[in-house]
C-alpha cells in the first residue's frame, strides 16, 4: 500500500521561508516521477515543481527563482524549499508521485500554508 505523508506546512510571513517534505511508504522515489501542486481556495490544481527519475527538476513560472525541488534517496523523500512567501502562496500543498511499474498516480493528502502580508 502506498502511503505519501506531507509535512513542514503552516503559517509564515509574507518574506519568510518554509521547507515541506514527503515522505514515501510503499513506493521508491528515485525510480519515480515526483510533484509538488498546490490548490488555493476557488482555484484548480495546479503543478508547483516536479522531479523525475533522472534528478530533472521543473518549477511553475511563478514559483520559479524560489523554490527548490529536491531528493534524498536514503530516506525515500522529497523536499521543497520555499523562499520568499508571497500572499499568493497560499494554498493547500500536495506530494504527488506517478509509479511508473504500476502505471497509477498517488496523492498525500495535503499540508496547509499560508502566508500572511
Known amino acids: 500500500q502506498v502511503q505519501l505523508v506531507e509535512s513542514g506546512g503552516g503559517l509564515v510571513q509574507a518574506g519568510g521561508s518554509l521547507r515541506l517534505s514527503c515522505a514515501a511508504s510503499g513506493i521508491t522515489f528515485s525510480t519515480n516521477y515526483i510533484a509538488w501542486y498546490r490548490q488555493a481556495p476557488g482555484k484548480q490544481r495546479e503543478v508547483v515543481a516536479s522531479i523525475t527519475r533522472t534528478g530533472y527538476t521543473t518549477y511553475a513560472d511563478a514559483v520559479t527563482g524560489r523554490f527548490t525541488i529536491s531528493r534524498d534517496n536514503a530516506k525515500n523523500t522529497v523536499s521543497l524549499q520555499m523562499n520568499s512567501l508571497k500572499p499568493e502562496d497560499t494554498a493547500v500543498y500536495y506530494c504527488?508521485?506517478?509509479?511508473?511499474?504500476?502505471?497509477?498516480?498517488?496523492w498525500g493528502q495535503g499540508t496547509q500554508v499560508t502566508v500572511s502580508s
Open positions: 504527488y508521485a506517478y509509479d511508473y511499474k504500476e502505471s497509477r498516480d498517488y
